[in-house]
Nanobody, 117 residues
Framework: VQLQASGGGLVQAGGSLRLSCEAS????????MGWYRQPPGKQREMVAE???????NYADFVKGRFTISRDNAKNAVYLQMNSLTPEDTAVFLC????????????WGQGTQVTVSS
């Protein structure tokens, strides 16, 4: 499975961005897709994830601001980010995992999100 993320950029605090991630390859076996981020000098952390047919899961720090959605017909997952703050500055990565796996196996290349104050 290959993942291609896009949509990052520079935005002012309070602004919005929409990230996209398109999957290709053996996508029929993918059950869960998610977004992670890695702020400068910090560890990677889960932002949001979605499994087909289930309620999405969000990190506490994005609840009410970010929305993850999935389009199975397009093999894509999206992350709508609103009310961005400088603390959201990070490289955002999309990830995917197959049925029965306990961790994400496939990762995209990352897209930079920079929020200016």
């Amino acid at each position: 499975v290959q993942l291609q993320a896009s949509g990052g950029g520079l935005v002012q605090a309070g602004g919005s961005l929409r990230l996209s991630c398109e999957a290709s390859g053996s996508v029929s076996a993918v059950t869960r897709m998610g977004w992670y981020r890695q702020p400068p000098g910090k560890q990677r952390e889960m932002v949001a994830e979605v499994t087909s047919g289930r309620t999405p899961n969000y990190a506490d720090f994005v609840k009410g601001r970010f929305t993850i959605s999935r389009d199975n017909a397009k093999n894509a997952v999206y992350l709508q980010m609103n009310s961005l703050t400088p603390e959201d500055t990070a490289v955002f990565l999309c990830a995917a995992r197959m049925l029965g796996r306990s961790s994400y196996e496939f990762w995209g290349q990352g897209t930079q999100v920079t929020v200016s104050s």
